[in-house]
């Protein structure tokens, strides 16, 4: 089992930015996809971004490439979001997920997923 606790939501300012951390704890392998996922009121849930848990290896949302950054620190169990250049339609609550396959793109690849934090995006 793979536990992920996402924390860093909050509400900010349109044009800020919000760094999301995900706490991963249980048994994981280099192999795992360690991904972010958004839903946003009335609408589906969306992928964002993902990184090989082994490595450095990325995958975005062609749409939220080069405002959002995806990274991990394995000695500290935790994966990150740097999200920049915050507009209101990033207000969404956010999820970490874990996919044990690899760098999965549809939420159905995943595994493991974390409650969520809620980010608004003010205008």
């Known amino acids: 089992q793979v536990q992920l606790v996402e924390s860093g939501g909050g509400l900010v300012q349109a044009g800020g930015s919000l760094r999301l951390s995900c706490a991963v704890s249980?048994?994981?392998?280099?192999?795992?996809?360690m991904g972010w996922f958004r839903q946003a009121p009335g609408k589906e849930r969306e992928f964002v971004a993902v990184?090989?848990?082994?490595?450095?290896?990325?995958l975005y949302s062609d749409s939220l490439k080069g405002r959002f950054t995806i990274s991990g620190d394995k000695a500290k169990n935790t994966v990150y979001l740097q999200m920049n250049s915050l507009k209101p339609e990033d207000t969404a609550v956010y999820y970490c997920?874990?996919?044990?396959?690899?760098?999965?793109?549809?939420?159905?690849?995943?595994?493991?997923w974390g409650q969520g934090t809620q980010v608004t995006v003010s205008s």
């Open positions: 990184i090989s848990w082994g490595g450095d290896r990325t």
């Open positions: 997920a874990a996919d044990s396959g690899g760098l999965g793109l549809g939420q159905e690849m995943y595994d493991f």
């Open positions: 249980g048994r994981t392998f280099s192999s795992y996809g």
